[in-house]
């Protein structure tokens, strides 16, 4: 599976994004889906995470209340809505794609995407 995100941006606080991740493969809608990010100088961490029905979906405490994800299996294409943006939402965002498991843990992901560059100013 190939990941390709995008829709990254300068937004002001209190402003929204959407990020698109699309996908190659014919075997999208058997993988659980999920976005990360990395902010300069810090760890990847979990934002959100959508299983292969989406059915099911977890966020991180920080994107809970102000982040969806949504999935669009037909055009083999995983979403994060971001509203009420905050200037500590700032980060490299990364989707990825887990063939086993719908998990928090980075290291259960197998596919990467090349991540999409969220500035939020203040």
């Known amino acids: 599976v190939q990941l390709q995100a995008s829709g990254g941006g300068l937004v002001q606080a209190g402003g929204s994004l959407r990020l698109s991740c699309a996908a190659s493969g014919r075997t999208f809608s058997s993988y659980a889906l999920g976005w990360f990010r990395q902010a300069p100088g810090k760890e990847r961490e979990f934002v959100a995470c959508?299983?292969?029905?989406?059915?099911?979906?977890y966020f991180a405490d920080s994107a809970k209340g102000r982040f969806t994800i949504s999935r669009d299996n037909a055009k083999n294409t995983v979403y994060l809505q971001m509203n009420s943006l905050k200037p500590e939402d700032t980060a490299v965002y990364y989707c990825?794609?887990?063939?086993?498991?719908?998990?928090?843990?980075?290291?259960?992901?197998?596919?990467w995407g090349q991540g999409t560059l969220v500035t939020v100013s203040s």
């Open positions: 990825a794609a887990a063939t086993d498991v719908l998990s928090r843990r980075s290291y259960d992901y197998d596919y």
């Open positions: 959508i299983s292969w029905s989406g059915g099911t979906k």
